[in-house]
Each structure stands twice: as structure tokens, then as C-alpha cells.
């Protein structure tokens, strides 16, 4: 079965920088999209970044775009966000997210949520 397993997260000042890792497992699909949400206590689950695997292709929240990046790995099965000059802001648990449905390709720069079937347990972010 698919596994989706995050680490990296900690607590940082404003303005440092944490590397998440995603280690995927249990499928063998080359080409699909990956993303990184979060959630803030009291809020909706948010979309932070994407990447179509097949093309490399990126996708990110107008919240982040030019702090964080979306990375890939395909030989380690692993998905990265690079996360610079965080902001209390950013605080939240963050999610790593698979879905396999050649769809969602079109309609990934959405990062909306309900779209992604696999998830990961989360790593906590918080920014003081």
C-alpha cells in the first residue's frame, strides 16, 4: 500500500530555514503529482507547493513563492520542501500528499486538497 512518510519539521526564529522530506512507498507509478499542505490550528488545510514528477513541473501558494521550494528526488522515492526566511505565518503541520489520477495533472497549480488520495502523517512548523 502507498506509504507517505515526512520528517524535517522543528522550531525555528523568523527568517531560518528548515529542508521537509517526503519518503514515498508502495507504487511504482513514475509520472504523477505531489504536493506539500499544511494546516494551521483553527484553519482549513492549505496547499503549499506542487510538483508533477513526469515533467518536474512546479507549482506554489502565492504565500510562498520565492521562500520555499519543491524538489524531487525520483531515485530515493523522495519529494522535498525547502523552506527559507520563515515567517510565524508558516507555523503549522505540514503534509505530504500523492494522487495518481492522470486528471489532476491539469488542475495541479490548484493545490486543493480533496484532490490527493495518499497522505502522510504530518511534521509540525513552528516559526516564533
Known amino acids: 500500500h502507498v506509504q507517505l512518510v515526512e520528517s524535517g519539521g522543528g522550531s525555528v526564529q523568523a527568517g531560518g530555514s528548515l529542508r521537509l522530506s517526503c519518503v514515498a512507498s508502495?507504487?511504482?507509478?513514475?509520472?504523477?503529482?505531489m504536493g506539500w499542505f499544511r494546516q494551521a490550528p483553527g484553519k482549513e488545510r492549505e496547499g503549499v507547493a506542487g510538483?508533477?514528477?513526469?515533467?518536474?513541473?512546479?507549482f506554489y501558494a502565492d504565500s510562498v513563492k520565492g521562500r520555499f521550494t519543491i524538489s524531487q528526488d525520483n531515485a530515493k522515492n523522495t519529494v522535498y520542501l525547502q523552506m527559507n526566511s520563515l515567517k510565524p505565518e508558516d507555523t503549522g503541520m505540514y503534509y505530504c500528499?500523492?494522487?495518481?489520477?492522470?486528471?489532476?495533472?491539469?488542475?495541479?497549480?490548484?493545490?486543493?486538497?480533496?484532490?490527493?488520495?495518499?497522505w502522510g502523517q504530518g511534521t509540525q512548523v513552528t516559526v516564533s
Open positions: 510538483v508533477y514528477t513526469g515533467s518536474g513541473r512546479t
Open positions: 508502495g507504487y511504482t507509478y513514475s509520472s504523477h503529482c
Open positions: 500528499a500523492a494522487v495518481f489520477s492522470p486528471s489532476v495533472r491539469k488542475r495541479l497549480w490548484l493545490l486543493n486538497p480533496p484532490d490527493f488520495d495518499y
